[in-house]
């Protein structure tokens, strides 16, 4: 599957969430991040995930079938290029 991450925890977290959505999916903007997942491992990403957040936390997350469904468009400078996106 496809996922879209996005994030937004208290200021002490963040360096947390960085670190663990790095290992799984490839960072786009501060604190949005995308990419291919398997479904048990965007399950162990979730257990991971959830021993961080704390209450106030957000994290939403898009799940889509494949990449080819997301259309992408960015208006001024696109802070990390994604060179792999359809």
Same mark, same amino acid.
């Given at each position: 599957?496809? !996922?879209i991450l996005v994030s937004d925890? +208290? @200021? $002490?977290r963040c360096?947390?969430?960085? =670190?663990? #959505?790095?290992?799984?999916?490839?960072h786009i903007q501060n604190s949005v991040f995308q990419g291919e997942i398997t479904l048990s491992k965007f399950e @162990?990403? $979730?257990? =991971?995930?959830?021993?961080i957040i704390k209450n106030g936390d957000? !994290?939403?997350i898009? =799940?889509?079938? +494949? @990449?080819?469904?997301?259309e992408r468009e960015v208006l #001024?400078?696109?802070v990390r290029p994604v060179d792999n996106f359809l």
């Open positions: 599957m496809f !996922v925890v +208290d @200021e $002490k360096a947390k969430i960085l =670190k663990l #959505g790095r290992q799984y999916f490839y @162990e990403f $979730k257990l =991971k995930l959830n021993k957000s !994290v939403i898009f =799940k889509l079938r +494949d @990449e080819k469904f997301v #001024g400078t696109e």
